[in-house]
Protein backbone atom coordinates (compact mmCIF):
# COMPACT_ATOMS: atom_id res chain seq x y z
CA UNK A 1 0.00 0.00 0.00
CA UNK A 2 1.58 3.23 -1.23
CA UNK A 3 -0.23 5.74 1.32
CA UNK A 4 -0.30 8.35 -0.88
CA UNK A 5 -3.61 10.56 -0.57
CA UNK A 6 -5.31 12.78 -2.91
CA UNK A 7 -7.71 15.82 -2.81
CA UNK A 8 -10.66 14.86 -0.95
CA UNK A 9 -14.39 14.77 -2.72
CA UNK A 10 -15.07 18.02 -0.79
CA UNK A 11 -11.75 19.76 -2.20
CA UNK A 12 -9.61 19.18 0.82
CA UNK A 13 -6.23 18.91 -0.11
CA UNK A 14 -3.75 16.10 1.57
CA UNK A 15 -1.15 16.68 -0.33
CA UNK A 16 -0.85 14.57 -3.64
CA UNK A 17 -2.34 15.66 -6.75
CA UNK A 18 -5.35 14.21 -8.05
CA UNK A 19 -8.83 13.81 -7.73
CA UNK A 20 -11.13 11.62 -5.33
CA UNK A 21 -9.52 9.62 -2.62
CA UNK A 22 -7.22 6.63 -2.18
CA UNK A 23 -4.87 5.69 -5.13
CA UNK A 24 -6.75 2.67 -6.79
CA UNK A 25 -2.99 0.64 -5.85
CA UNK A 26 -4.31 1.39 -2.17
CA UNK A 27 -8.14 0.86 -3.05
CA UNK A 28 -7.31 -2.60 -3.65
CA UNK A 29 -5.15 -3.77 -1.10
CA UNK A 30 -7.48 -2.29 1.70
CA UNK A 31 -8.50 -5.66 3.70
CA UNK A 32 -12.32 -5.49 3.22
CA UNK A 33 -14.69 -7.62 6.24
CA UNK A 34 -17.98 -7.33 4.02
CA UNK A 35 -19.01 -7.60 7.73
CA UNK A 36 -21.88 -4.83 6.54
CA UNK A 37 -24.10 -8.10 4.91
CA UNK A 38 -23.18 -10.21 7.64
CA UNK A 39 -25.39 -10.85 10.70
CA UNK A 40 -23.55 -11.50 14.13
CA UNK A 41 -20.36 -10.79 12.38
CA UNK A 42 -17.25 -10.17 14.34
CA UNK A 43 -18.04 -6.41 15.15
CA UNK A 44 -21.17 -7.38 16.53
CA UNK A 45 -19.71 -10.27 18.71
CA UNK A 46 -16.81 -8.42 20.15
CA UNK A 47 -19.94 -5.30 21.14
CA UNK A 48 -21.66 -8.32 22.50
CA UNK A 49 -18.91 -8.82 25.12
CA UNK A 50 -18.46 -12.24 27.00
CA UNK A 51 -21.24 -13.77 25.92
CA UNK A 52 -23.08 -16.27 23.75
CA UNK A 53 -26.89 -14.38 23.54
CA UNK A 54 -25.61 -12.05 20.58
CA UNK A 55 -29.10 -11.35 20.19
CA UNK A 56 -30.14 -10.53 24.42
CA UNK A 57 -26.73 -8.51 24.34
CA UNK A 58 -27.26 -6.79 21.82
CA UNK A 59 -31.48 -6.26 22.36
CA UNK A 60 -30.17 -5.30 26.33
CA UNK A 61 -27.83 -1.90 24.24
CA UNK A 62 -30.19 -1.38 22.28
CA UNK A 63 -28.04 -2.05 19.05
CA UNK A 64 -29.65 -2.12 15.71
CA UNK A 65 -26.53 -3.58 14.00
CA UNK A 66 -22.73 -2.85 14.02
CA UNK A 67 -20.10 -3.66 11.29
CA UNK A 68 -16.25 -2.39 10.34
CA UNK A 69 -15.09 -1.65 6.78
CA UNK A 70 -11.87 -2.90 7.26
CA UNK A 71 -10.07 -5.12 9.38
CA UNK A 72 -6.81 -4.32 11.79
CA UNK A 73 -3.97 -6.20 11.04
CA UNK A 74 -0.50 -5.99 12.69
CA UNK A 75 1.16 -7.24 9.66
CA UNK A 76 -0.49 -5.62 7.06
CA UNK A 77 0.24 -1.64 5.90
CA UNK A 78 -3.32 -0.58 7.43
CA UNK A 79 -1.62 -0.60 10.68
CA UNK A 80 0.44 2.38 9.45
CA UNK A 81 -1.88 3.69 7.93
CA UNK A 82 -4.15 3.77 11.43
CA UNK A 83 -1.30 4.94 12.59
CA UNK A 84 -1.01 8.08 10.34
CA UNK A 85 -4.37 9.00 10.69
CA UNK A 86 -4.60 9.32 14.39
CA UNK A 87 -0.66 10.24 15.44
CA UNK A 88 0.67 11.78 12.52
CA UNK A 89 -1.32 14.78 11.21
CA UNK A 90 -3.13 13.23 8.51
CA UNK A 91 -6.44 13.08 9.59
CA UNK A 92 -7.96 13.37 6.19
CA UNK A 93 -6.62 9.60 5.62
CA UNK A 94 -10.29 8.74 8.15
CA UNK A 95 -12.06 10.88 5.89
CA UNK A 96 -11.09 9.38 2.57
CA UNK A 97 -11.60 5.86 4.01
CA UNK A 98 -14.95 6.94 5.84
CA UNK A 99 -15.76 8.07 2.50
CA UNK A 100 -15.29 4.98 0.19
CA UNK A 101 -16.75 2.68 2.98
CA UNK A 102 -19.99 4.63 2.33
CA UNK A 103 -19.75 4.08 -1.42
CA UNK A 104 -19.17 0.22 -0.99
CA UNK A 105 -21.80 -0.07 1.39
CA UNK A 106 -24.21 1.56 -0.70
CA UNK A 107 -25.95 -1.48 -1.34
CA UNK A 108 -26.53 -3.03 1.59
CA UNK A 109 -29.00 -1.29 4.03
CA UNK A 110 -26.70 -0.54 6.90
CA UNK A 111 -26.68 3.20 6.16
CA UNK A 112 -30.56 2.75 5.50
CA UNK A 113 -32.73 4.94 8.15
CA UNK A 114 -30.18 6.53 10.53
CA UNK A 115 -30.83 10.22 10.62
CA UNK A 116 -27.54 11.50 12.35
CA UNK A 117 -23.83 10.09 12.59
CA UNK A 118 -21.95 10.89 15.82
CA UNK A 119 -18.43 10.18 16.81
CA UNK A 120 -16.99 8.96 20.18
CA UNK A 121 -15.65 11.73 21.29
CA UNK A 122 -12.09 12.58 22.66
CA UNK A 123 -11.63 14.09 25.96
CA UNK A 124 -10.86 17.83 25.27
CA UNK A 125 -7.48 17.70 26.43
CA UNK A 126 -6.92 14.85 24.13
CA UNK A 127 -8.48 16.75 21.18
CA UNK A 128 -6.40 20.05 21.96
CA UNK A 129 -2.93 17.69 21.95
CA UNK A 130 -4.04 16.00 18.87
CA UNK A 131 -5.93 18.85 17.17
CA UNK A 132 -8.80 16.81 16.00
CA UNK A 133 -11.07 14.11 16.43
CA UNK A 134 -9.74 11.17 13.99
CA UNK A 135 -13.50 9.23 14.35
CA UNK A 136 -15.04 12.82 13.20
CA UNK A 137 -12.97 12.81 9.98
CA UNK A 138 -14.27 9.06 9.75
CA UNK A 139 -18.10 10.70 10.12
CA UNK A 140 -17.77 13.29 8.32
CA UNK A 141 -16.30 11.45 5.19
CA UNK A 142 -19.56 8.74 5.70
CA UNK A 143 -22.25 11.90 5.97
CA UNK A 144 -20.39 13.71 2.69
CA UNK A 145 -21.45 10.49 0.95
CA UNK A 146 -24.43 9.65 2.87
CA UNK A 147 -25.93 13.21 3.44
CA UNK A 148 -26.44 12.14 7.04
CA UNK A 149 -25.84 15.06 9.40
CA UNK A 150 -22.59 14.33 11.73
CA UNK A 151 -23.73 15.58 16.02
CA UNK A 152 -20.84 16.19 17.73
CA UNK A 153 -22.75 18.04 20.60
CA UNK A 154 -24.87 14.88 22.39
CA UNK A 155 -22.01 12.76 23.44
CA UNK A 156 -18.93 14.15 25.70
CA UNK A 157 -15.71 12.65 27.17
CA UNK A 158 -15.46 13.41 30.64
CA UNK A 159 -12.72 11.35 31.57
CA UNK A 160 -9.44 11.84 30.53
CA UNK A 161 -8.21 7.83 30.10
CA UNK A 162 -5.27 6.58 29.46
CA UNK A 163 -5.11 4.91 26.01
CA UNK A 164 -6.88 1.76 25.50
CA UNK A 165 -3.84 0.04 23.53
CA UNK A 166 -2.00 0.37 26.87
CA UNK A 167 -4.53 -1.46 28.45
CA UNK A 168 -5.31 -5.10 28.48
CA UNK A 169 -8.05 -7.65 30.09
CA UNK A 170 -10.14 -6.04 32.71
CA UNK A 171 -8.22 -2.88 32.25
CA UNK A 172 -9.94 -1.65 29.01
CA UNK A 173 -13.13 -2.06 30.63
CA UNK A 174 -12.26 -0.27 34.27
CA UNK A 175 -10.26 2.28 32.28
CA UNK A 176 -13.41 3.24 29.89
CA UNK A 177 -16.35 2.84 32.70
CA UNK A 178 -18.18 6.07 33.02
CA UNK A 179 -15.99 7.68 30.28
CA UNK A 180 -18.89 9.20 28.78
CA UNK A 181 -21.71 11.44 29.20
CA UNK A 182 -24.96 12.94 27.10
CA UNK A 183 -25.88 16.57 26.60
CA UNK A 184 -30.09 16.90 25.82
CA UNK A 185 -30.62 13.43 25.33
CA UNK A 186 -34.31 14.24 24.79
CA UNK A 187 -32.89 16.17 21.88
CA UNK A 188 -32.29 12.69 20.23
CA UNK A 189 -35.70 11.11 21.97
CA UNK A 190 -36.38 7.79 19.02
CA UNK A 191 -33.75 8.82 16.44
CA UNK A 192 -31.99 6.09 14.72
CA UNK A 193 -28.20 6.83 15.79
CA UNK A 194 -24.79 5.77 14.01
CA UNK A 195 -22.41 5.78 16.56
CA UNK A 196 -18.57 5.80 14.60
CA UNK A 197 -15.47 5.02 16.26
CA UNK A 198 -11.82 4.17 14.16
CA UNK A 199 -10.48 0.98 15.86
CA UNK A 200 -12.46 -1.75 17.73
CA UNK A 201 -10.44 -4.28 19.70
CA UNK A 202 -12.09 -5.64 22.74
CA UNK A 203 -15.25 -3.53 22.01
CA UNK A 204 -15.25 -1.58 25.68
CA UNK A 205 -14.65 2.02 24.48
CA UNK A 206 -17.83 1.56 22.18
CA UNK A 207 -20.13 -0.22 24.89
CA UNK A 208 -18.95 2.50 27.65
CA UNK A 209 -20.31 5.13 25.22
CA UNK A 210 -23.36 2.97 24.38
CA UNK A 211 -24.01 2.65 28.12
CA UNK A 212 -24.06 6.46 28.41
CA UNK A 213 -26.87 6.96 25.38
CA UNK A 214 -29.41 4.50 27.07
CA UNK A 215 -30.08 7.86 28.30
CA UNK A 216 -32.00 8.88 24.37
CA UNK A 217 -35.01 7.35 25.53
CA UNK A 218 -36.42 4.96 22.50
CA UNK A 219 -33.53 5.67 20.14
CA UNK A 220 -31.77 3.20 18.03
CA UNK A 221 -28.56 2.38 18.49
CA UNK A 222 -25.80 1.23 15.15
CA UNK A 223 -22.42 1.25 15.13
CA UNK A 224 -19.46 1.34 12.17
CA UNK A 225 -15.94 0.89 12.81
CA UNK A 226 -13.67 1.91 10.37
CA UNK A 227 -11.11 -1.26 11.51
CA UNK A 228 -11.78 -4.23 13.02
CA UNK A 229 -9.10 -6.41 14.88
CA UNK A 230 -8.62 -9.62 14.45
Given at each position: ??????E?P???DTG???QG?????????????EQ????????????A?K???I??A??AMH??R???????E??HP??????R???S???????????Q?A???Q???FFD?I?V??PI???????R??????S??I????S??????V??T?V???R?????A?Q????R??????????N????M??????????????????RS???A?????G?????F??????
Open positions: MCGRYMSKGRCKGEICEECKRKLPRTASILQNGTEMALGTNDVAAKLTAAAFLFYKDIRQLVHMKYDQPLIGYHLGWAMEMDTDEEIIPLHPKRLERGYNQEYARGIDYTGIPDTHTRVNTPKQLSGEGKLNVADAFAVHPEQYRKHVLLVDDLITTGETACIRMRLFRAEISVALCKAR
